[in-house]
């Protein structure tokens, strides 16, 4: 198997997680779920994964790879559960991410490039804010119920943590405290849906430990036009690594990585496509 190919696709997994070593709790928020559309409603973003390996020192230079992702969010049924001591409304909600190479069927996900989250969502969580507007605090969180995911040809799991945590197993697009929207005016993004008008929001965002360092930026363009309100996002983030022993100007930069998703279609006759185990 070929150096750009499926082994590689785990170093995107493996230089994100780089954060997990850095302290802070990485959690996803509503990045991919900003809002609820009628119950069977799906969208399905397609795009680029770009991953540049840093090798300043190497005869041969950066080892530079890319692959395909396709990422469709759909709504598959509703339930009603228990919450916080109370039976409330809930969504099962299913994320399908599939990264790998252009095939003739589309995309070659090899063994591992295919990931299915099902959750089952309060519906009062989703709130579509950045900050709750009771206590002003930033939404760092999407409560589940319950959840399953399966990643590659792995059996089901069932998911352990009490929020949906898709990054960056299934998406790059994370939760940033700090995103702001950009100027007051909404704008028209060419997709190939058409042109939809949506909001441009920026976020930032850096964690550090003794030995590495994550910085991460993103774009998202939120809409209402769209199922789950997402248009569009960008993300591009850079890896550095030193020694324990060393001072911080001595970190350098080891990994690059950017990616870019557009929504391509939607529709209103979503069906799961994960079997929950009994």
């Known amino acids: 198997m070929s150096r750009c190919g499926f082994p590689r696709l785990a170093m995107v997994v493996v230089g994100l997680l780089i954060s997990g070593v850095c302290g802070a709790r990485d959690v996803s928020a ?21 991953q540049t390996e ?25 339930e009603t559960a228990e919450f916080e001591g109370e039976m409330v409304p809930c969504r099962w909600i299913e994320i399908v991410s599939m990264t790998g190479k252009p095939s003739e069927g589309g995309i070659d996900t090899g063994p591992i490039g295919t990931a299915i989250y099902k959750v089952l969502i309060p519906e009062s969580v989703v709130t579509g804010d950045i900050v709750d507007q009771l206590t002003s605090i930033p939404v760092s969180f999407l409560p589940i119920v319950k959840g399953y995911r399966k990643i590659g040809t792995r059996d089901v799991e069932t998911l352990t943590t ?14 940033f405290e700090t995103l702001q929207p950009v100027g007051d005016a909404t704008e028209d993004v060419d997709t190939p849906v058409g042109f939809i008008n949506s909001q441009k929001y920026t976020g930032q965002l850096q964690q550090e430990s ?33 020694e324990s022993f060393e001072p911080r100007d001595a970190f350098h930069a080891v990994t690059e990585i950017s990616a870019e998703l557009t ?12 079997t929950i185990p009994e």
């Open 162 to 175: 009490p929020t949906l945590q898709v990054y960056p197993v299934a998406s790059l697009i994370r939760h």
């Open 210 to 242: 003794r030995t590495a360092r994550i910085s991460d930026s993103a774009e998202i363009w939120r809409s209402s036009e769209v199922p789950f309100g997402l248009a569009k996002w960008t993300f591009k983030g850079t890896r550095e690594l030193k």
């Open 54 to 78: 840093l090798r300043p020192d190497s005869p041969g230079g950066d080892v530079e790879m890319e692959w395909i992702q396709h990422v469709v969010v759909k709504s598959v049924g509703t």
């Open 30 to 50: 509503q990045g991919l779920i900003w809002s609820l559309p009628q119950d069977g409603s799906w969208v399905r973003f397609e795009g680029e994964i770009k």
């Open 263 to 274: 929504v391509h279609e939607t529709g209103m006759n979503a069906e799961s496509e994960l």
